[in-house]
Nanobody
Framework: VQLQASGGGLVQPGGSLRLSCTAS????????MGWFRQAPGKEREFVAN????????YYKDSVKGRFTISRDNDKNTVYLQMNSLRFEDAAIYYC??????????????????????WGQGTQVTVSS
């Protein structure tokens, strides 16, 4: 699948943003979807993922309770709702996809190498 991320921007600390990632060219509903981020000078890191049905999710500890990943298989889109944003959340955010069988443990898929398809990234800036 090809992925197109959008929704990034400039937000103040404590603010919210919703990122979107739309897939094309493949069976979106057969892919586990993930969000990663990369800050300047740092490695790309896992943020969240969601299984094919949307019924199971997994988060990086530091975003639990603030970020919510969801998907709409009819729209071939995965979302990342980000609330209570902090300075340390600033990064380029990437969506990623991995074709999986129906029943997988989302906790097994959090490494960059676990995902085969990547979007181009969308910049999130947190500044007062």
């Amino acid at each position: 699948v090809q992925l197109q991320a959008s929704g990034g921007g400039l937000v103040q600390p404590g603010g919210s943003l919703r990122l979107s990632c739309t897939a094309s060219g493949g069976s979106f509903s057969r892919h586990l979807m993930g969000w990663f981020r990369q800050a300047p000078g740092k490695e790309r890191e896992f943020v969240a993922n969601i299984n094919r049905s949307g019924g199971s999710t997994y988060y990086k500890d530091s975003v639990k309770g603030r970020f919510t990943i969801s998907r709409d298989n009819d729209k071939n889109t995965v979302y990342l709702q980000m609330n209570s944003l902090r300075f340390e959340d600033a990064a380029i955010y990437y969506c990623a996809a991995r074709h999986t069988i129906l029943s997988v443990a989302v906790t097994d898929y959090y490494r960059v190498d676990d995902f085969r398809s990547w979007g181009q990234g969308t910049q999130v800036t947190v500044s007062s």
